[in-house]
């Protein structure tokens, strides 16, 4: 029978340790002997998260961090906080400038786009080479009429992100604080990818981008002729797209034969090699008719230039497929 924690084989421990923050892990078990400093170390997926760590040990702890990370070498790493002051604080740390390499995975909530993008992009640091995984959420800029958004985004869907496989990017519009009632401006941002270099010859190695939460109502937006013309040219290798939103402002639609064109160009030689589509569509106003005929240009467009089979394809959470 066994009555020691110490007792328990790997496995049982590693399931147990999933049930801590590393904070809490690192506080409790690291040190106890080796076998445990081994499992920590070598066998544990380390996540941490920022916001866990109280106050008056911060400073503390990360000095802690520094050391682990140091006996843990090349392992994987995951962060994630939604505290902009104590992400730019161990971002700018120089004990762990060399320690980033390791950063695989990182989760933001609520930061403002330039800090990210100074991070991510910081030449001593380079996340840009390392990055496997990014999930911001709720990013939004520090300045009203501010560019860092589209700064960021498009910098992120470029050859630069070398090891970038899924992105998740959710924006917010900017608010002083002081706006409510009427006075509140429009909560939906439009993202148009501005400054991605149309000449660029390497591509994004992205295999998922999600903009905006798709189970949400309209927050992030992108339009048809962003996303046909700039940003699919550009993702080669993805294989799954969710968008919040598409709107097709400034695109009008005709009826051909019985099949819906839009009078835009589309770029229809793109690499299309998608096998999981969840869009929604965004119609100023309750057009049923447009709406409608949205629907069947996304379902014409991405059927028709898509090289392989799409497996799963939602617009607006039904299946264009069945």
Request: glycine share 4%.
């Given at each position: 029978m066994i009555t020691k924690f110490e007792q328990l084989p790997n496995e049982l421990i590693l399931n147990c340790f999933?049930?801590?923050?590393?904070?809490?892990?690192?506080?409790?078990?690291?040190?106890?002997?080796?076998?445990?400093?081994?499992?920590?170390?070598?066998?544990t997926d380390i996540i941490i998260d920022l916001d866990s760590i109280p106050n008056g040990d911060l400073l503390t702890f990360y000095y802690k961090l520094n050391h682990f990370l140091s006996l843990r070498k090349n392992y994987p790493l995951s962060m994630n906080t939604s505290n902009e002051?104590?992400?730019?604080?161990?971002?700018?740390?120089?004990?762990?400038?060399?320690?980033?390499?390791?950063?695989?995975?990182?989760?933001?909530?609520?930061?403002?786009?330039?800090?990210?993008?100074?991070?991510?992009?910081?030449?001593?640091?380079?996340?840009?080479?390392?990055?496997e995984k990014l999930i911001l959420q709720e990013i939004s800029e520090a300045e009203e009429h501010g560019q860092d958004i589209e700064r960021l985004c498009s910098q992120l869907i470029s050859s630069k992100m070398k090891s970038l496989k899924y992105l998740n990017i959710n924006v917010k519009s900017y608010s002083c604080g002081c706006e409510i009632g009427i006075q509140s401006r429009d909560s939906d941002v439009n993202l148009e990818f501005l400054y991605l270099s149309d000449k660029e010859k390497s591509?994004?190695?992205?295999?998922?981008?999600?903009?905006?939460?798709?189970?949400?109502?309209?927050?992030?937006?992108?339009s048809f002729h962003t996303l046909t013309e700039k940003l699919l040219p550009h993702l080669p290798k993805l294989e799954n797209l969710m968008i919040n939103s598409i709107h097709f402002n400034g695109n009008k639609f005709q009826l051909t034969h019985g099949t819906h064109q839009s009078t835009i160009k589309t770029n229809a030689t793109i690499p299309i090699n998608l096998k999981f589509i969840k869009i929604r569509t965004h119609v100023e106003t309750n057009n049923e008719h447009m709406e409608e005929e949205n629907k069947q240009l996304l379902k014409n467009f991405f059927l028709n230039n898509n090289s392989s089979d799409v497996k799963t394809f939602y617009i607006n959470d039904e299946s264009v497929l069945e």
């Open positions: 999933i049930y801590f923050n590393f904070y809490e892990l690192y506080q409790s078990f690291f040190g106890l002997n080796q076998r445990i400093n081994k499992l920590m170390l070598y066998q002051q104590r992400f730019t604080l161990i971002m700018n740390d120089n004990l762990f400038q060399d320690k980033f390499s390791k950063l695989k995975s990182l989760t933001l909530f609520d930061i403002h786009a330039g800090v990210i993008c100074d991070a991510i992009f910081d030449k001593r640091i380079k996340l840009y080479k390392t990055l591509f994004s190695n992205l295999e998922t981008l999600i903009i905006g939460d798709i189970h949400l109502e309209d927050t992030t937006k992108v």
